[in-house]
């Protein structure tokens, strides 16, 4: 006798369409995802530096579209002493004043670390000149940096009597130099003390403990534990640090506007003056462009020193 084989009541899956199929494609997810972020980079970023480079080598001015002259504007800037000026300035304002806010911040974010009263009081009063904009700070030491109603005169001349003039800090050359420093290492320490607090708490205090054991001194701990677990930081926020400080503009406009004499003319105050008041569009282009060497050095800094780090951990370098 024959069986006859049950019928196959269920029903075949639809296949997916094409347009479900892409939406389960990671890879156009990932595409899709960065499509906006890629967008806003173009717009605002990529243009904008692209803009600049063509300009540098054309001979461009307000008003006027300018022809290309190749690397004219370069030449002309290298005979340029007011140029000379400004690379020097640039980096001697960013070593003083970077190697000022990193001793200061790393005290600060190691004296943060102890158990003290009031820290997360402390913490906050920190973070005040960080967060007051940077216009306002500037007019702030404008004043202080007055020559006849300086706060710090004052107090010199009339109240405590050890000077019969006031100070004049931004009358002359190297004394509106540190003066300029002064303030960007006040206002630099917070994000340097702040970002190193962040690191050394990361650090097991077990690391100590066993240090301590040993008989270590509280320099050993310092160079053996402390330093060589916060060097990836240190690396990325000196990286940081350099860049905001070579590109600095609204500090040294506000209080000094380049002057005495041009003597504190940072590259980024230069290429504006150069460039918009100046009108010389290609040739402001220039100096700008002129900053990017300086700042790539700055980024192979931060790579090499991680990657260095990663080394010393038995890690394969990216």
């Not at 994000?191 to 320099?219: K, R």
């Not at 040294?252 to 918009?276: C, D, E, K, W």
Request: charged share 10%; with cysteine.
């Amino acid at each position: 006798m024959s069986v006859t084989a049950a019928p196959d009541w269920t029903r075949a899956r639809a296949q997916p369409g094409w347009l479900t199929r892409l939406f389960d494609s990671k890879p156009f997810l990932i595409f899709a995802c960065l499509l906006p972020a890629v967008g806003l980079l173009t717009v605002f970023l990529t243009y904008p530096l692209g803009l600049g480079i063509w300009l540098a080598f054309t001979d461009a001015t307000i008003g006027r579209r300018g022809q290309w002259v190749g690397l004219e504007n370069f030449i002309y800037l290298m005979e340029d002493p007011l140029f000379w000026s400004a690379v020097f300035y640039s980096v001697f304002y960013t070593a003083v004043a970077t190697v000022g806010k990193f001793a200061l911040g790393l005290w600060l974010a190691l004296l943060l670390n102890q158990h003290i009263p009031f820290k997360s009081l402390l913490r906050a009063i920190i973070l005040l000149p960080w967060i007051v904009p940077t216009v306002l700070s500037a007019i702030a030491f404008w004043w202080i940096y007055d020559p006849q109603f300086s706060i710090i005169s004052y107090l010199a001349v009339d109240v405590l009597g050890i000077r019969e003039t006031p100070f004049n800090f931004l009358g002359d050359a190297w004394s509106a130099r540190f003066s300029l420093i002064a303030a960007n290492i006040w206002r630099g320490i917070p994000f340097v003390a702040i970002t190193l607090l962040a690191g050394l708490q990361t650090i097991s205090p077990s690391l100590y403990e066993a240090a301590l054991l040993d008989g270590s001194t509280a320099w050993q701990r310092f160079r053996y534990i402390t330093f060589p677990l916060l060097l990836p930081i240190l690396a990325i926020v000196m990286t940081f640090s350099i860049i905001f400080t070579f590109t600095d503009f609204q500090l040294v406009y506000a209080i000094t506007r380049g002057g005495p004499v041009n003597s504190t003319h940072l590259m980024a105050t230069l290429a504006f003056q150069r460039g918009i008041p100046g009108g010389q569009l290609a040739e402001g282009a220039a100096i700008a462009v002129a900053m990017i060497p300086f700042l790539v050095f700055a980024t192979l800094f931060s790579y090499f020193a991680l990657a260095r780090r990663k080394w010393q951990q038995g890690e394969a370098n990216d």
